[in-house]
DNA sequence: TAGATTGTTAATCGATTAACAATC
DNA sequence: TAGATTGTTAATCGATTAACAATC
């Protein structure tokens, strides 16, 4: 059955299967089943046959899913088969970091556009791409159709530089900055924050006596 | 009420609530109520009471919750009153921009040691921080009690990391290779791996006609 | 045909939210 | 006292899992 309101979760998921297919891909492997998948990503096969499902009847009874046909379903429903150019705001180290990753990414997504408004950093190369300065933002987002960005500023300008995204048109920000942004409704934004993720992990550290009841899952 | 299992949800909010309350503290703000809290978190103010109350009353009818009281439970709750160590491996770019993170984590949690397996790395100096071979890696740990690791090497290498690191004793796990790691039930991983993030991300782009009725939410 | 595996409905489980008595 | 706000129970909502008919 196709559409309903697709939850948060499912789409989330989403990008795991089609990684873990890519693989299946190089491997020349031609078919899986749910079970399989399930077994390699710990995942409840049910599960994954319901999330397929919900974009359409994917699969065949009794033999499993076409990796090849299934990739490409995944991009589409991704909106990963078209080119979608990214930018970067923040040089930095992260910045920096993640604009190294233009390679994994493929030709689907590629960071295209660096900016920083720290003016000793403006015209520096990072990969072949040049620091632009903030003032040119709206150009550039322009000129280059960009429709996500990516935030790798300090906390303090986080929220300043988000407004000035959304007010040049952009739809969806992945944020690594430790702040929680407010954003208009129809804006996606994606916390990629490390910090909570390190401090909610100290959590589920075992110590001794008294609390050893909680199994971590 | 105290105890039973929590969930890893209600472990996932306590970071974000303690953000905005060390927020709060240096704005010398003594007192805070669930309803504040959930309009600034965008988190529904029951949520945030019962959260809190798995762990204890922390709070006061009335009044509502002393903020260096609750950011003092909090971070007894999470570990963070005491000195955490984390190794990391892979002293590459990403690895490089993590370590600036050691002054946001304050003294509670750090980055004490840095490992990578390619020689003409090991040795240089990150932020005061000597880049260490891997056969350094077990004795490392046990000498500075560490027992939470990020991963930042390449995904072909994630695993061989992983299992390297849990037989030295190491408890939790935060990876930031897109593969997904397999571990024995005793450790905790979590998944820091931004590609997913922006694939899941493009799924919410607008597109003009036919799939206009998914609501962003 | 027999075995495998999907798509889907129904059952279960868990998490969020509403409501309110207790009380500061 | 009146107003505010907690902690907690009950109601709701949503997501996961089990089960199975359909079918390759």
Redesign the pocket.
């Known amino acids: ?1 196709k559409s309903d309101k697709i ?1 948060e ?2 789409v989330r998921r989403l990008p795991v299967y089609l990684r873990f297919l890519n693989d299946l891909q190089n491997r020349e492997i031609l078919t899986v ?3 399989e998948l399930g077994q390699k990503l710990d ?5 994954i ?2 999330d ?2 919900y974009f359409g ?9 076409d990796v090849t046909y299934l990739i490409e379903k995944i991009r589409h429903i991704l909106k990963l088969d078209q080119q979608l150019n990214v930018a970067l705001v923040g040089a930095g180290n992260l910045g920096h970091a993640l604009s190294n990753y233009n390679a994994y990414l493929k030709d689907t997504m590629k960071i295209t556009a660096i900016f920083d408004s720290y003016a000793p950093k403006v015209g520096r190369k990072i990969n072949s791409l040049t620091v632009q300065p903030m003032d040119e933002l709206g150009s550039t987002i322009r000129e280059q159709g960009i429709r996500i960005a990516i935030i790798t500023v300090p906390d303090s300008e986080a929220q300043n530089v988000a407004d000035i995204l959304i007010s040049s048109g952009i739809e969806a920000i992945l944020n690594f900055a430790p702040v929680i942004l407010k954003t208009p409704p129809n804006i996606r934004v994606h916390a990629a924050d490390f910090t909570t993720d390190l401090q909610s992990l100290a959590y589920y550290l075992r110590d001794g006596k008294e609390e050893s009841e909680h199994e971590q899952q």
Chains 1, 2 share one sequence.
């Not at 995942?43 to 599960?47: C, E, I, R, T, V």
């Not at 009847?57 to 899913?65: A, L, M, S, T």
């Open positions: 059955m939850s979760a499912v089943s749910s079970q995942l409840n096969p049910a599960q046959r319901k397929l499902a009847d994917f699969g065949r009874k009794g033999i499993g899913y």
